[in-house]
């Protein structure tokens, strides 16, 4: 099992920045790959963006790609989210996810995930 944990949310003015922490427990994160979405009212979870658990590399969302950084810290059994320029539209409550990565690459989509933690609320305001 593992139980995830996300913090840093809050609420902001446009063209600010925020960093969401996720912290694992239960196991080490070392071999999952670790993923971020968000969900804004009545509408679906999406992929904000996700990291491998081998080599580091980072995928991101068209619509985040070059604001968003992911970055993970094994020996924290920490998952980073680094959000610059935030606008309106990222106003979300934003989820960490992860899913064993050893047997498989990283996943986009929600249902490729099999830990979830609770969400924190970001708003950003004009």
């Known amino acids: 099992q593992v139980q995830l944990v996300e913090s840093g949310g809050g609420s902001v003015q446009a063209g600010d920045s925020l960093r969401l922490s996720c912290a694992a427990s239960?196991?080490?994160?070392?071999?999952?790959?670790m993923g971020w979405f968000r969900q804004a009212p009545g509408k679906e979870r999406e992929f904000v963006g996700a990291?491998?658990?081998?080599?580091?590399?980072?995928y991101y969302s068209d619509s985040v790609k070059g604001r968003f950084t992911i970055s993970r810290d094994n020996a924290k059994n920490t998952v980073y989210l680094q959000m610059n320029s935030l606008k309106p539209e990222d106003t979300a409550v934003y989820y960490c996810?992860?899913?064993?990565?050893?047997?498989?690459?990283?996943?986009?989509?929600?249902?490729?995930?099999?830990?979830w933690g609770q969400g924190t609320q970001v708003t950003v305001s004009s």
């Open positions: 996810a992860a899913t064993f990565g050893r047997s498989s690459g990283v996943p986009t989509w929600a249902s490729g995930y099999f830990y």
């Open positions: 239960g196991r080490t994160i070392s071999n999952y790959h």
């Open positions: 990291i491998s658990w081998s080599d580091g590399s980072t």
